[in-house]
């Protein structure tokens, strides 16, 4: 079956620092979503990618899609404390309506 | 804006007891599905259903049952909850647009306790 996997799980920074967690599927997706849960909430949409190649970005956070579509990346650029929460990926295979979700990276920030 | 309303908020269970998680939507949403959240686990799909009248298997479908009478409820049903079930469940819809994927909108959720 479809899998999305996220690496890595858990990640500590220090305030101002920036890092990338990655997201990648067994399969070709027809897109990919990202959300963001902050801790006791539930997951909020961030933003979607659709075409192969694809850079999106939301102020400090960059969103990439792998030219193959089976892959992506999230960087935070000079992390937060307001970025706390876990970072989930989603995707869709073409021809499924299933929206599979990673286990998601859980951020914490060191102020 | 009510958007997904999921009730309970929180439930705690005897090993075999039935009982229904609520999910309402007022958005009109086509598509809606059942995710429960473990730790370490992420968010895995129960149920999904892409309209009124059809439901289908997700990830971990074994347990639970659901049905689609209407476009803005989706009820997940626990026959004979087991302490396995102990878990956060969250509803979500999406609307279903013919060129591209929507983003989902997810329920406050119900935490659940089976003792």
């Known amino acids: 079956g479809q899998q999305v996997m996220q690496i890595p799980q858990y990640q500590h920074v220090q305030e101002g620092e920036d890092f990338t967690t990655y997201c990648n599927s067994s399969t070709t997706l027809s897109n990919i979503q990202w959300y963001k849960q902050r801790p006791g909430g539930h997951p909020v949409f961030l933003i979607q990618?659709?075409?192969?190649?694809e850079v999106k970005k939301q102020k400090r956070l960059t969103f990439q899609f792998g030219e193959a579509k089976k892959n992506s990346s999230l960087h935070i650029t000079a992390t937060q404390t307001t970025d706390v929460g876990t970072y989930f990926c989603a995707g869709r295979r073409g021809g499924s309506e299933k929206l599979v979700f990673g286990k998601g990276m859980k951020l914490t920030v060191n102020p | 804006n009510a958007g997904v309303t999921q009730t309970p908020k929180f439930q705690v269970l005897k090993t075999g007891q039935s009982m229904t998680l609520q999910c309402a939507q007022d958005m009109n949403h086509e598509y809606m599905s059942w995710y429960r959240q473990d730790p370490g686990m992420g968010l895995r799909l129960i149920h999904y259903s892409v309209g009124a009248g059809i439901t289908d298997q997700g990830e971990v479908p074994n347990g639970y049952n659901v049905s689609r009478s209407t476009t803005e409820d989706f009820p997940l049903r626990l026959l004979s909850a087991a302490p396995s079930q102990t878990s956060v469940y969250f509803c979500?819809?999406?609307?279903?647009?013919?060129?591209?994927?929507?983003?989902?909108?997810f329920g406050q959720g119900t935490r659940l306790t089976v003792v």
């Open positions: 979500a819809s999406r609307p279903r647009q013919a060129s591209a994927d929507t983003e989902a909108f």
């Open positions: 990618l659709v075409k192969s190649g």
